[in-house]
């Protein structure tokens, strides 16, 4: 267990930082060709299920972590970034392929937890726990709307664009009311990250949360594109309602 405490520093645009997004984007690419190609639609929804339990797992792996090396903190641990919160929810919406919170973690996974891939506010490099656990929620989250693009045959939709929009908003909004409460800063609503990210760029507190409004709506839109320009119609869709 001793090397999961190790601590060597984490360098953006290293190959540990590569690593991990390379080795999710395999196992992308083998879990869509393996549904496609030898399951039926239940086995489909149970690959997806299981595929959704990994970032839950490395979620609360380093949950019990941080418990046993009596580090937890109320104001860093709770459940309640947005990737957090899809980690729990994703499992259940994977597995009964639920058409209207596909739409919605289709955004909250590419729009927002790509970015946590590309500029992740990490200090532990591998093969510390915090690392693991990081890569295996943030990256494993990228899999699931893929994955049910290409095997639930998802197409997205303007609609799927609005809802999440305001949704992600309630939530943003709900997360600030925490942070005032508890002095913590989920979802970074009362300063930066202390990392280098793009938020860096988007102007001070309160400014930024402003400015990620419009940079919400313009990733949102495109992350719509391929569906818009390239013409997206799955031949067939067993999603529910």
């Given at each position: ?22 080795l ?6 083998g ?13 489909k ?13 490395f ?35 994977m ?15 590419i729009?927002?937890t ?13 093969p ?9 929620l ?22 799927d664009?609005?809802v999440s ?7 943003v ?9 508890l002095?913590s ?14 938020v860096?760029?988007?102007?001070p507190?309160?400014?930024y949360?402003?400015t ?17 320009f390239?013409?997206?119609?799955p ?7």
């Amino acid at each position: 267990m001793s090397f999961l405490l190790d601590e060597t520093m984490f360098q953006s645009f290293s190959w540990s930082h590569l690593w991990p997004i390379l080795l999710f984007t395999f196992i992308t690419i083998g879990a869509i060709f393996y549904a496609n190609k030898h399951l039926d639609d239940p086995g489909k929804s149970r690959l997806g299920f299981y595929l959704a339990l990994i970032p839950l797992f490395f979620m609360l792996f380093r949950a019990g972590m941080v418990i046993y090396l009596g580090k937890f903190d109320h104001k860093l641990d709770l459940p309640i970034h947005l990737c957090r919160i899809t980690a729990i929810i994703a499992p259940f919406i994977m597995l009964n392929r639920n058409r209207f919170w596909l739409g919605v973690i289709y955004f909250w996974i590419i729009v927002g937890t790509l970015n946590a891939n590309i500029t992740p506010d990490l200090y532990n490099g591998f093969p510390h726990f915090e690392y693991l656990c990081y890569f295996g929620l943030h990256s494993g989250l990228l899999v699931l709307p893929i994955y049910a693009v290409f095997v639930y045959k998802l197409k997205i939709v303007w609609k799927d664009v609005w809802v999440s929009f305001i949704l992600t908003n309630v939530f943003v909004f709900v997360v600030h009311g925490f942070n005032y409460l508890l002095g913590s800063n989920y979802m970074y609503t009362m300063h930066k990250p202390e990392v280098a990210s793009i938020v860096d760029y988007m102007g001070p507190w309160p400014w930024y949360l402003l400015t990620g409004q419009a940079i919400a709506l313009v990733l949102m839109c495109l992350a719509i594109a391929p569906f818009i320009f390239n013409g997206i119609r799955p031949r067939s869709s067993s999603l529910n309602p």
